[in-house]
């Protein structure tokens, strides 16, 4: 078994910019239009933003991959394959109608699928308070990696997490607060 610690891995926010301001398309992503489940009978597919290029950056990094997202199963066959990363193991999550007041609806699901493994997780819904509770119940390290849903994960993103599994603070350190 590997003993990399765990990425948890967010697709909207993270890996698709979706409150980008402009209306075309952020430098460097390509347009992709996806029925993900839920979304099969609307009248528009949901438009997706995404790097080609991320997935190897992902897959360089010094951890074991995990889709942590509310495309559940779909990540595998319609975010992946764009990004050319092999079939990642997927939490299944609560709806996100299930958080507790301040919450991500994400962080207590994430914390029992650790189970004390020190992870990484890479969201743009993270706040102080699942840094708070991250610190209470989990006895591993953690990195709670907040990104820019305006911006998606930048090189200083990138460099983040490749160097944090080798300088592993104690704890749950909130970052880009
Ligand atoms: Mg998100």
Redesign the pocket.
């Known amino acids: 078994m590997s003993h990399r610690p765990l990425l948890f891995l ?1 697709v ?2 993270p890996l698709n910019p979706f409150r980008a301001k402009a209306q075309r398309r952020p430098d460097g992503y390509t347009t992709h239009r996806l029925r993900p489940h839920g979304w099969e009978d609307t009248p528009r597919p949901l438009r997706v933003w995404l790097r080609p290029d991320h997935g190897e950056r992902l897959l360089a990094l010094p951890y074991t991959l995990v889709w942590a997202t509310t495309w559940e199963h779909d990540a595998n066959t319609m975010i992946g394959p764009v990004l050319g990363l092999p079939e990642l193991p997927v939490v299944e999550l609560p709806h996100w109608s299930t958080a507790a007041e301040g919450l991500c609806f994400k962080t207590t699901t994430l914390v029992e699928y650790a189970d004390g493994r020190p992870f990484a997780w890479v ?3 993270i706040t102080d308070r699942d840094v708070a509770l991250v610190r209470r119940r989990h006895p591993g390290a953690a990195l709670l990696h907040r990104v820019d ?1 305006r911006l998606g994960l930048l090189d200083a993103d990138f460099r983040r997490l490749g160097e944090w599994p080798s300088a592993r603070p104690a704890g749950a350190l909130p970052e880009d607060a």
């Open positions: 967010d909207d926010g969201d743009d819904m849903p």
